[in-house]
């Protein structure tokens, strides 16, 4: 039952078949996969590689199964899978706007405070590509009240989330990149900003920054040449204070404009500013600052806030629920997005968060639904941290236990689809392989991985797991696991 199952799911999701006939024979499956991994232009690599049937249970091909590798993210994997079994397809965050004051007049006389959840969807992604819709719709809520002036501070308590800003072993050389935004248990428009370079046309003109969403919070010093001549533009970041970005390098006069991703260091702050900006915007004038229970420049107690009286609900943001969450994390391969679903797993430990705890938990669930978590090291929960371990054939069973239990539409659908969509949208494009593999990428510093599922043309429903570690060129990895899943995809079975 379950192979057939099994079978008519994938093929429903997946929704392409072609009829081919196998171009290689069975029996010479092995020895074709161990020349494509032996290629020598993928040495000094390691490489572990893990190929099982769906529909008959049996292992297809293995090497180095068991060997602990680092996985990039390929650890969203373990992440999105705990969430859906810890929290369930239908979790929701929450995160509240409240007041320890009172309305008298049209003046609310007190705090505004927002308690931080872990919400990374406090963005444009599922508000209409407005990053302050949420905003917008609590000033509308505040404006319904009647209320025109708040005398008081805006109060961000994002202390449910009290680790390293970073996660562990981070590469912070990468700081100034939107993948390693900053964590907070408050997050706003991804905790970066999007900052568009347009290069002077005529003589006498200069750069041109247009910054979304459109805020004060950043002043923008330009510190670049325009220069003529050949050669790539060379564009870089630099924070002079948590709210000047000098902007550095050079670019063509004439050239097209670029877009950057830029993290903001204090995200918290960063978006109480940008809430203030927008209450002021709907007529909601504010004259205390922004304050942050942490890691900001003006920290504020908290618990004396909401001592100073009873919080009164003004708002509250209910996020999409978790099944849309893990295709932002799967698909397009968010960092945030993952780091904040693993502290909302933890949270449900009830203890004091930490990374530790939340992995803890997470490995737990997945050994509980079957899965040998013996060996893995969940440093992190989007694979960001060098430090994470797991092996091929801990993804592979994964896998199929998820493929076999009650999230395997939400856990699959969430999974980028060869030449179609989210991280593997251009690989492998016009090939015959378009549309027959769901899989998870994964890309560090010298660490390449794909894993998930396929039907190949004989039938057969496969997991598999390739992992490449210390390698020197990605591109010649990438060629090796091309080469691969196109062999597979001859597959005929016994």
């Not at 990039?72 to 994997?77: E, G, H, Q, T, V």
């Not at 699959?412 to 593999?437: Q, Y």
């Not at 599922?453 to 060129?473: A, K, P």
Request: with cysteine; glycine share 10%; aromatic share 8%.
């Amino acid at each position: 039952m379950l192979r057939i199952a099994l079978s008519v799911f994938i093929m429903s999701l997946i929704g392409l078949f072609h009829p081919c006939q196998a171009s290689g024979t069975d029996t010479n499956l092995a020895r074709d996969l161990r020349a494509i991994v032996q290629d020598p232009a993928i040495r000094p690599a390691k490489i572990g590689v893990v190929v099982e049937s769906m529909t008959t249970g049996e292992s297809i091909f293995e090497l180095n199964p068991d060997r602990p590798l680092r996985p990039a993210s390929n650890m969203k994997l373990l992440t999105s899978a705990a969430a859906l079994i810890v929290l369930t397809p239908e979790f929701r965050y929450e995160t509240r706007l409240a007041t320890n004051g009172s309305v008298r007049s049209g003046v609310l006389y007190g705090d505004l405070v927002v308690e931080g959840s872990g919400d990374p969807t406090i963005s444009g992604y599922f508000n209409d590509n407005d990053p302050v819709r949420v905003f917008k719709d609590w000033a509308k809520r505040l404006s319904d009240r009647g209320i025109r002036e708040i005398r008081g501070d805006v109060v961000i308590d994002n202390a449910a989330f009290p680790e390293s800003p970073y996660g562990d072993g981070w590469n912070l050389d990468d700081a100034y990149r939107c993948f390693c935004a900053p964590r907070d248990a408050f997050t706003f428009n991804n905790n970066c900003i999007q900052l568009d370079i347009i290069p002077p046309v005529e003589k006498g003109q200069g750069f041109r920054f247009i910054m979304e969403p459109m805020s004060d919070y950043i002043r923008i010093v330009n510190r670049l040449n325009s220069r003529k001549g050949a050669g790539g533009d060379g564009v870089r970041f630099h924070y002079t204070d948590p709210r000047t970005l000098q902007v550095l390098g050079s670019k063509s006069p004439g050239g097209a404009a670029t877009i950057h991703y830029v993290p903001v260091r204090y995200p918290a702050q960063f978006g109480g500013f940008v809430m203030k900006e927008t209450l002021a915007a709907a007529g909601i004038h504010t004259t205390g600052n922004v304050l942050c229970a942490r890691n900001c420049p003006d920290i504020t107690d908290i618990a004396q806030r909401k001592r100073n009286g009873p919080l009164e609900t003004l708002a509250v943001y209910q996020s999409v629920r978790l099944s849309e969450i893990i295709k932002v994390i799967n698909k397009l391969s968010n960092n945030l997005y993952s780091e904040m679903l693993l502290f909302a797993i933890g949270r449900t430990a009830g203890n004091a968060y930490s990374t530790g705890n939340a992995a803890a938990v997470a490995l737990a669930a997945l050994e509980k639904a079957g899965i040998d978590a013996r060996g893995i090291v969940m440093a992190d929960g989007c694979g960001l941290s060098p430090l994470n371990l797991v092996a091929p054939r801990q993804l592979a069973r994964l896998l199929g236990v998820m493929a076999a239990g009650p999230y395997s539409a939400h856990f699959s659908e969430s999974l980028p689809i060869m030449s179609i969509d989210g991280t593997l949208k251009r690989r492998l494009k016009g090939s015959r392989a378009s549309g027959l593999i769901r899989a998870k990428t994964g890309t560090i510093n010298g660490v390449r991985s794909l894993s998930g599922y396929m039907t190949t043309y004989g039938g057969e429903d496969l997991v598999f797991s390739i992992i490449s570690n210390g390698h020197t060129s990605t591109a010649a990895v990438d060629r090796m696991v091309d080469r691969i899943i196109l062999r597979l995809l001859d597959y005929k079975g016994p």
